[in-house]
């Protein structure tokens, strides 16, 4: 065990993810010297080629509509800073909530959710096509950085969190990984906690990004109590405050509300619970990393208020459709002639056609058009279908 991990766990609860207890690796390595197991996961997928694309992919707004909108990587960043102070507050095992936060929406397609819906959609007769798997796929498989092993060999825990959600006929495929799901136990409370943090960062910067794109307005959102509470304190205090700096404030204090609320809550329910190890959290009925049902319903509320003002937005609405058919187009040219796929991609779909047949040819494809960031998407689309674009 590394020195690193036998210092650190001595602050850690017995209900914590520890790196003695790790479940390990897919491919046996030896430890690092100075490093716990988790921090070495966290940072294999900060330096992964899947972490850097995401710089270029798009959260709500396409990347090249703005310079200063949320992007996937920035949203990993924030999700991961929620979800160490949580950690840290509730000695859980910090690196591995930040491992699992960062590396979250690895799998992601360009153009966000109507990306994956599109791409979800061309995959309907191959097995289908959902995000978080990808995550799992870009992690176990597809980064090409190490001589001995394929993907980033990332601890089973750190695997666990990435994998959220999974059909039960994708579980059965997926061993241990899937275990939890047919069975219907828990993830680590790491893992529970990286999920929230993820609702908490997206909801509440997406009204920051809302309010910068024009979208919404401070009058609008007063509506919402989450944010009437906050709005109304922050004038109070702060009466010739500008706009701008306003609705920050406020949405500073919406985060700091919520996550103050999470672990309170999370605390009490640990209380009550008493699990003495991560298998005993495992075995728990319900999740016990989550709101008070008071702040769960105003955060709903947000959530809700978001998807009709923002979400279905005429100006989004009209990117999102954009987004789809690129996609779908991409999708189809290239899985209907792999020859117009690069060298390596194409040698790759070779490979899997003749070991899985169309599903492989697919898969493959699906891998080469998940991994665009949205201006390669949108450049490989110009090359493809527009008459004199060079190639």
Do not use: W
């Not at 990347?63 to 960043?77: A, C, K, M, P, Q």
């Not at 597809?142 to 959220?164: H, V």
């Not at 999740?287 to 100006?315: D, G």
């Not at 493959?364 to 490989?380: K, N, P």
């Amino acid at each position: 065990m590394s020195t690193a991990a036998d210092a650190g766990a001595v602050s850690l609860a017995p209900y914590a993810a520890h790196d003695a207890a790790s479940r390990g690796r897919r491919y046996q390595e030896a430890h690092a010297e100075f490093r716990s197991e988790f921090q070495r996961d966290r940072d294999r997928v900060i330096h992964a080629n899947a972490f850097r694309r995401l710089a270029y992919k798009t959260q709500v707004f396409v990347n090249h509509e703005g310079d200063l909108y949320r992007t996937r990587v920035t949203h990993s960043i924030e999700v991961a800073q929620i979800a160490r102070s949580v950690a840290a507050a509730l000695r859980l095992n910090e690196p591995l909530a930040e491992a699992i936060s960062l590396a979250h929406d690895l799998g992601h397609t360009p153009f966000g959710h109507a990306g994956q819906d599109a791409l979800n959609e061309c995959m309907r007769d191959y097995g289908g096509f959902e995000h978080n798997l990808q995550s799992l796929r870009v992690v176990d498989e597809l980064e090409e950085r190490y001589p001995e092993f394929p993907g980033l060999n990332l601890t089973f825990e750190s695997r666990e969190g990435i994998l959220k959600h999974c059909s039960l006929r994708n579980a059965r495929e997926l061993g241990e990984l899937g275990e939890r799901f047919l069975q219907r136990r828990q993830p680590s409370l790491e893992a529970q906690l990286a999920n929230l943090a993820d609702e908490i960062a997206y909801n509440n910067h997406d009204v920051d990004d809302g309010v910068r794109a024009g979208l919404l307005d401070v009058a609008e959102l007063r509506r919402v109590r989450l944010f009437e509470r906050q709005y109304a304190a922050v004038v109070a205090q702060y009466p010739q405050l500008s706009e701008r700096r306003l609705v920050h404030e406020v949405i500073r204090r919406m985060i700091n509300h919520i996550v103050v609320d999470l672990i309170r809550n999370t605390g009490e329910l640990l209380a009550a619970a008493q699990p003495r190890s991560i298998e005993e959290v495992r075995a728990h009925p319900g999740p016990l990393v989550m709101m008070s049902a008071a702040c769960h319903a105003e955060h709903l509320e947000l959530k809700a208020f978001l998807r009709e003002h923002v979400y279905r937005h005429y100006k989004v609405l009209r990117m999102t459709s954009k987004a789809r058919r690129v996609l779908r187009e991409l999708f189809g040219a290239l899985f209907g002639d792999i020859d117009l796929l690069p060298p390596e991609h194409r040698d790759l779909a070779r490979r899997a056609e003749a070991g899985r047949g169309p599903a492989g040819r697919a898969r493959a494809v699906a891998d080469y058009v998940a991994g665009m960031t949205d201006r390669y998407a949108i450049l490989e689309h110009r090359r493809l279908f527009e008459p004199g674009e060079p190639t």
